[in-house]
């Protein structure tokens, strides 16, 4: 099985311990409105988060599955660096930024510890090939002085731009060949960079990456508990793709194939 070439990732579902403080954070702060029913959205776009609230929450434990981070594709370079102003004007703290070569990104925790990433795709005709023929991608340090005065980012703060979409899913898992089975051979995402240390990234329609996978927690971290603050579910998109849903007892994450 292989996912159609349109096939990418459509929204993610949080469970969060505070909605209220969720809510503003994920509005003031990231740029999101409340679309009514703890659903958030760019403004004028599409839902791209669900926050569901337990108040008997607990933090991820350390060694364990789950959620790295989900992240949020921004349609320039200027609406990165108007994120990037955004984030300092509100004094809240980065815990990385890197330059990808295929992207440039921005990272930071939501008020649960959630991980987010921020970023922007370069033109895909740029995009490099390494000597094996996958993908050239990297973690180098991300111009952040030229992001933050790329020409528009200094546009007064509206919020995120309406073409704003969820990218990409990065995942913790047990077991790098036990991951490739289930999101390659059961749900139908392609390899494209197998060579980064502990990390495998798979996609549809020759994207860099639809989703994640690493083991940086390490070889055979169990699920999180049932009630721990994370990833619930996500969706994966396409026209032609056959509705289901699929749960990855490995992370506890129910993956939803939707058809758009």
């Known amino acids: 099985?292989?996912?159609?070439?349109?096939?990418?990732?459509?929204?993610?579902?949080?469970?969060?311990?505070?909605?209220?403080?969720?809510l503003r954070f994920y509005t003031d702060v990231l740029g999101f409105v409340?679309?009514?029913?703890?659903?958030?959205?760019?403004?004028?776009?599409?839902?791209?988060?669900?926050?569901?609230?337990?108040?008997?929450?607990?933090?991820?434990?350390?060694?364990?599955?789950?959620?790295?981070?989900?992240?949020?594709?921004?349609?320039?370079?200027a609406a990165l660096g108007r994120s990037l102003r955004r984030l300092v004007d509100r004094r809240y703290s980065l815990t990385g930024a890197s330059d990808h070569l295929v992207s440039e990104a921005l990272y930071l925790d939501d008020p649960d510890g959630l991980g987010?990433?921020?970023?922007?795709?370069?033109?895909?005709?740029?995009?490099q090939r390494q000597p094996n023929g996958e993908l050239a991608m990297a973690t180098d340090p991300l111009d952040l002085e030229g992001v933050h005065d790329e020409p528009g980012a200094e546009t007064p703060w509206q919020g995120l731009e309406s073409g704003t979409v969820m990218g990409h899913v990065h995942l913790h898992v047990p077991h790098i060949d036990t991951a490739e089975k289930f999101y390659c051979r059961r749900i139908g995402f392609e390899p494209m960079v197998s060579t980064y240390p502990g990390a495998l990234f798979v996609a549809a329609g020759g994207y860099h990456h639809h989703l994640g996978l690493n083991v940086w927690?390490?070889?055979?971290?169990?699920?999180?508990?049932?009630?721990?603050?994370?990833?619930?579910?996500?969706?994966?998109?396409?026209?032609?793709?056959?509705?289901?849903?699929?749960?990855?007892?490995?992370?506890?994450?129910?993956?939803?194939?939707?058809?758009?």
């Open 217 to 260: 927690t390490g070889i055979g971290a169990p699920p999180p508990p049932e009630n721990a603050v994370g990833l619930r579910s996500f969706t994966i998109e396409s026209a032609s793709v056959q509705s289901e849903n699929v749960f990855d007892n490995a992370t506890g994450v129910t993956v939803s194939l939707v058809r758009s």
């Open 34 to 77: 409340d679309a009514g029913t703890n659903r958030l959205s760019p403004p004028n776009g599409r839902v791209l988060i669900e926050l569901h609230e337990r108040k008997d929450a607990i933090a991820r434990p350390h060694r364990s599955s789950g959620l790295y981070h989900f992240a949020i594709l921004v349609p320039s370079r």
């Open 1 to 22: 099985m292989t996912l159609p070439a349109d096939a990418h990732i459509g929204q993610v579902s949080l469970t969060v311990r505070d909605l209220d403080r969720s």
């Open 116 to 127: 987010i990433e921020i970023y922007r795709d370069r033109p895909r005709d740029s995009w």
